[in-house]
């Protein structure tokens, strides 16, 4: 979550006056951001992770893990403990780790005290700082208390108690029938949007989600954890009156949704083309992560038939009302609108040749008045249609003190919209009054276990964007197949059993031939050797590809874009640019394992640009050899050879002493699963089947690094 303002919300009655003032100077302010900083060039690459953790109390008594709700308390502490590390910090201590509140109670997100750079051995010490954050926070909160890095508590919500401490599950602002008022954060802003989300929405949020078929699971599930008969609020009766489905695991508030953790990667642009460029390419890619870090298989103590979070939140925070969700005739608002505010991308942005206008072929509602404003004042089809979309939705949350704003210097109306249009990118302005630059976020992926495995997902994805940029890729394809491929990253096993679209021939035409010569000359081998087996190789010289596009990259010094601006000159094709093709032929449909380490003499997959990207960069053999125990899990993931984690709790639940093949996750089944992520994470049980035998070495070799030292160019030893 970004800064929260503070101050008096507005009831939504109240508020609702105002919407059209807040999208109006929320316009105005993006427009001054716009006119100052449209053509500002030349910000280099900084990049951060951030990393959301629940807080779990163990009971060792009892076998039991339940929600600790001392957040406040433990952000307090953990201000201090920042406070006086940064007043006894030594010149080349690491930078001391930022802490933020989340929507649940449970809840805490770290990020790096500085972004990284594009120094490329820094990507080395990433592990490291998240190993420092979470070792901060792990040492300041109580004896038997645990930040875990679990993407869905598979007992939130469940009967009796499943938070420390216990409170009756009575919530004025979600009336769920099953969490408390006091999961969410106390901030006047996150009660207020569970009601708000509600209230605009008309009834309670409605999730329901496959349940697993296991074989004693009754068929039909009919849920007997439902207090089908419960009447304390207005919203109690909607459960029997047809919300609940049978077959599916329901749940009746934002909760359920934002009390799920993830890991988001945000990465600054040298300028606003290379956001967009960036954030299109990496558009496809969403999915594809998604479903290769599927870690949520459980909700509500249940077993359900999908791995991934996604869905829960999208629906979670769907504030549309029946007429926008196309139930009822439009009477009294204005747009049908197909997605929720929590969902996938439904527009490329990008001015380059390659974004074919047909590749935007999502249905894509925009708000009129704000198009024609943006036109007029200059801004191009695109950015504008991305932006008039936004602004399709209502403020959720207007505090009083702020409906007046000094629109020169303020973005909050802006970003009452722009950060609650919760999408797999965000293509992020630069803030008023502040050096940052243009950024893109990625936010798709769930959080892993460990920060091995977290850390190796965040420097694949810089590393990807930035051969993005570096080989001027192309990865366009419709954006209906993106949404295709969201439905089927959530599917149970989807990284090994399912197919996803994706683009064949991603090379621009003229330079295939340049960077399949580097690959073939390659010395680490994206198809096999683990890495340490190359210890005693010699590296070969990689060939130089200069970068297609001077644009942000590792190690190289920058060096001013000259990619056009105007969408006259992007939209003409360079003299030899062959004419475009039908667009079926553009994609296929491909396994993970195809999409990530490559299919035939065509596709290089996402890892091979990578490593191709690599090898263009001076690289000496030792760092590129420990990104490379990084990067092996991420192809090892998508090859089978490891599972995913979603796979392996699935696995972990359903060998079990205490399961009955019911599709239930009894307090002990948790209790045991939870421990069993703190004690990999601390890595005292090995899991080869989820992790390489070997991945301690890397923290071995990078877990004492503070940033920015130079890394000891020794060989790794192997873990007996
Ligand atoms: P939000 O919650 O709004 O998405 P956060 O502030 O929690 O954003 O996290 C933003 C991430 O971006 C952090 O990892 C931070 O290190 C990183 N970051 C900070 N400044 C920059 C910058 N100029 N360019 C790119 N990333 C940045
Ligand atoms: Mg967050
Ligand atoms: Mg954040
Ligand atoms: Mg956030
Ligand atoms: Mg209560
Ligand atoms: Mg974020």
Redesign the pocket.
């Known amino acids: 979550?970004?800064l929260l303002s503070l101050g008096t919300p507005l009831a939504w009655a109240d508020s609702i006056p105002y919407h059209d003032h807040v999208r109006e100077h929320g316009i105005t302010q993006f427009l001054n951001i716009w006119d100052r900083l449209k053509n500002r060039e030349g910000d280099e690459l900084?990049?951060?992770?951030?990393i959301e953790y629940m807080v779990v109390q163990f009971d060792d008594e009892h076998h039991v893990a339940r929600l600790s709700l001392r957040q406040s308390e433990i952000l307090a502490k953990l201000e201090h403990v920042v406070d006086e590390l940064e007043n006894e910090k030594e010149p080349d201590a690491p930078p001391i780790p930022t802490f933020?509140p989340e929507y649940g109670r449970f809840m805490l997100?770290s990020?790096?005290g500085?972004?990284y750079t594009g120094q490329l051995k820094e990507l080395l010490t990433v592990e490291a700082d998240m190993r420092y954050r979470r070792k901060i926070a792990r040492r300041h909160l109580n004896p038997n208390e645990i930040p875990l890095t679990v993407t869905s508590f598979p007992r939130l919500g469940t009967p009796g108690q499943f938070t420390e401490p216990y409170f009756e599950p009575r919530s004025e602002a979600s009336q769920s029938l099953f969490l408390p008022h006091e999961i969410t954060n106390p901030h006047a802003r996150f009660p207020t949007l569970t009601a708000n989300i509600r209230r605009r929405r008309g009834h309670k949020v409605v999730i329901n989600l496959p349940i697993f078929p296991d074989t004693n699971t009754p068929k039909p599930f009919i849920d007997p954890t439902i207090p089908w008969d419960r009447d304390w609020f207005p919203g109690d009766d909607e459960a029997k009156n047809g919300a609940a489905l049978p077959d599916h695991i329901y749940m009746d508030a934002m909760g359920f949704g934002m009390g799920c953790c993830c890991l988001?990667i945000?990465?600054?642009a040298c300028n606003v083309e290379e956001a967009r460029t960036v954030y299109d390419a990496l558009v496809p890619v969403g999915p594809i992560m998604l479903a290769l870090t599927a870690a949520s298989p459980a909700y509500r103590g249940y077993l359900a038939d999908v791995d991934c979070r996604w869905n829960v939140i999208r629906d979670a925070v769907d504030d549309r009302t029946e007429e926008e969700r196309g139930l009822k005739p439009l009477k009294h608002n204005k747009y049908r609108i197909p997605k929720s505010r929590y969902d996938s991308v439904d527009s490329y942005l990008s001015m380059d040749f390659n974004n074919r206008p047909e590749y935007n072929d999502n249905p894509l509602p925009i708000n009129e008045g704000v198009y024609k404003r943006l036109r007029d004042h200059g801004l191009d089809d695109l950015l504008s249609k991305h932006i008039a979309h936004l602004f399709i939705r209502d403020p959720l949350v207007i505090f009083s003190e702020m409906i007046d704003q000094d629109d020169t210097t303020s973005t909050d109306h802006f970003e009452n919209l722009q950060?609650t249009n919760w999408q797999t990118l965000r293509f992020k302005p630069p803030p008023a009054n502040s050096p940052?630059?243009w950024?893109v976020?990625f936010r798709s992926m769930e959080v892993q276990v460990t920060d091995f495995e977290n850390a190796a997902f965040s420097i694949f994805i810089v590393l990807l964007s930035r051969a993005i940029l570096s080989f001027g890729l192309n990865f366009y394809m419709p954006i209906s197949k993106v949404d295709a491929n969201m439905k089927t990253a959530q599917k149970r096993d989807a990284a090994r059993q399912e197919k996803f679209y994706f683009r064949k021939f991603v090379y621009p035409q003229d330079r295939a031939f340049e960077i399949r010569a580097v690959l073939e000359s390659c010395p680490v081998s994206a198809n096999g050797s683990k890495a340490g087996s190359h210890a005693h190789t010699p590296a070969t010289p990689s060939s130089p590809i200069s970068p297609k596009v001077n644009g942000n990259g590792f190690d190289h010094p920058h060096t001013e874009r000259s990619r056009p601006h105007s969408a006259e000159q992007s939209r003409c094709p360079s003299p030899g640019v062959p004419e475009f093709g039908p667009i079926e032929e553009e994609y296929e449909l491909m396994t993970m394992d195809e999409i990530i380490n490559g299919k035939g003499d065509y596709f290089p997959g996402l890892l091979g640009v990578v490593r191709a990207y690599l090898d263009t960069l001076d690289v000496d053999f030792f760092t590129k050899r420990n990104l490379w125990m990084y990067l092996d899990v991420v192809k090892r993931r998508a090859n089978g050879s490891l599972m995913t984690c979603a796979s392996w709790m699935r696995r972990f639940i359903r060998s079990h002493p205490d399961y009955k093949f019911d599709s239930v996750i009894s307090e002990e089944i948790n209790y045991d699963l939870m421990k069993a992520f703190d004690e990999i994470e601390r890595g005292v049980r090995r899991e080869p089947d989820l992790l390489p035998a070997d991945y301690r070495s890397a923290q071995a070799l990078n877990g004492h690094l503070k940033p920015n030292t130079v890394i000891a160019e020794t060989p790794v030893q192997a873990c007996p």
Do not use: A, N, V
């Open positions: 979550m970004g900084l990049w951060g992770d951030e933020h997100e990020t790096p500085r972004p988001q945000t990465f600054q950060s940052i630059g950024r976020e």
